[in-house]
Structures are given as C-alpha cells and as structure tokens.
C-alpha cells in the first residue's frame, strides 16, 4: 500500500449521453477488469474483480469530473446523489446525472463529436500485489483500492513517471516485496526489469548505471537478512 493518490486512464467502454425523461446522463466504465495496462514505465498493471468492492459499500463521497480537475465543474457527486458507482463484471460502472449547466452540454458535444472518448479514475491503493507476468514483465494487480474521483478525459494512454514508478516500487528506497520467499523473489525479477532503467537513488550524476545497479542490489541483500 503506497497512500499515494494515482490515476489511471483508459479508452472509453461505452462512454455515452442519454436522455431519461428530460435527464441527461452520462454512463461509461470508468476501469474495467483484467485488462492489462500500458507500459507504466517498467511496469504492468491489472485490476482484479472486487478490487472496489471494499470502498463502495463505505459510500465514499466521490466526484465525477472532466480532466480530473474541479475548477471545470463538477458533473456529479456520489454524496448528493447525483453520481452513481457500480462493480459488475466487467468493471466500475458509473452514472452521472449531468447539471443543467453550459459546462455540461459543452461536455456533452464534446461526447458526440468523439473529441473526449476516455475514461480515468483517481484512486488509493490499498492493497496491491507484485508477480512476474508469462513474458517476464513486472505486473502490479490491484486488489483493494479507495476511489476519490472518476473523469472523462480526451487522452486515454497510461502516464507515469520514473519518479512515480519509484514510489509505488521503491518507496523507501529498495523493493518492498521482500516478505517470505516469494517477495523475494520478485525482488530479484523487479531488479531485472527495472534497476537497468537509469534512476537516480540519490546518486551524483556522474555515477554510472553499473554502480547504480550495484549500490540498488547491496540494499536489497541488507534488507534480506532483516527479513530472513
């Protein structure tokens, strides 16, 4: 568990505007399923059913938006009733009563023209999981997560940083998976994936990626024998 807040978007799944009864409402997936991501920087990601499950029963007080940002308007809200969030199995449904406001109609053209066609949500994980995919990639499998906001958005490509990718891998500095035999071993596969990737551990810029790789691999020896 990182608690850091992470977004993640994806080309939208049946990302349209109906009009019931002279409501205007916005439907799509905000994630689905089991659907391996984009590279992410060194990394893969999945969402296991019922990774929602957890915060949707809390009622959490969830947004929905355009681009994540509010100061564009908000076009609905789980707290007022105007936003609602549903796992199935296909993944986290949403619907949003749109406002009656020119925001949302200028929202809704955007919609119909095709010029916003993805989906995104802002989350917390929870609880994630680190394995070694069949082509030997690195893959992170989100199981539990907290949901703060869902957004339509014009991009739908994965974004992260290195920066970003060190935090939810490395986040004191060496891989957090070395609990019990496993974690231990996909230390060693992270280590392949990713240490050959030039990141900077606090090292002079002189440094070259063999010591980089050298003074990474010394720390993780050092936490196996605090763990073992």
């Known amino acids: 568990m990182t608690n850091k807040r992470e977004r993640r978007f994806l080309p939208a799944r049946e990302l ?9 409402v916005l439907t799509g997936y905000a994630a689905v399923f089991n659907s391996r991501s984009e590279d992410l920087g060194g990394f893969y990601e999945q969402i296991k059913p019922g ?3 957890r915060c949707l029963n ?3 007080d969830v947004v929905c938006l355009r681009e994540h940002d509010p100061r564009l308007g908000v076009l609905g809200r789980t707290r007022s009733g105007t936003l609602r ?3 199935n199995q296909i993944g986290l449904r949403f619907e949003a009563d749109l406002p009656n ?6 929202l809704e053209e955007s919609i119909n023209r095709g010029d916003l066609d993805a989906c995104s949500f802002g989350f917390i994980a929870i609880n994630d999981d680190w394995s070694r995919a069949a082509d030997g990639s690195a893959l992170r499998t989100l199981i539990d997560v907290n949901v703060f906001d869902v957004s339509v958005v014009a991009f739908p490509a994965y974004t992260a940083t290195s920066a970003q990718m060190r935090g939810l891998m490395f986040p004191d500095g060496v891989p957090n998976l070395l609990s019990g035999s496993s974690g231990r071993n996909e230390a060693d596969i992270l280590l392949a994936r ?6 900077n551990f606090g090292s002079p810029r002189d440094v070259s990626p063999e010591e980089e790789r050298a003074k ?5 020896l ?3 024998k605090r763990v073992a």
Do not use: C, H, W
């Open 16 to 24: 349209r505007v109906s009009n019931n009864s002279g409501q205007r």
């Open 58 to 60: 809390a009622s959490p």
């Open 222 to 224: 050092q936490r196996r």
């Open 51 to 53: 990774a929602f499950a």
């Open 101 to 106: 406001t020119t925001f949302a109609m200028d």
């Open 85 to 87: 969030l549903k796992e």
């Open 194 to 199: 990713v240490i050959g990737k030039r990141m």
């Open 216 to 220: 990474l691999l010394a720390a993780v």
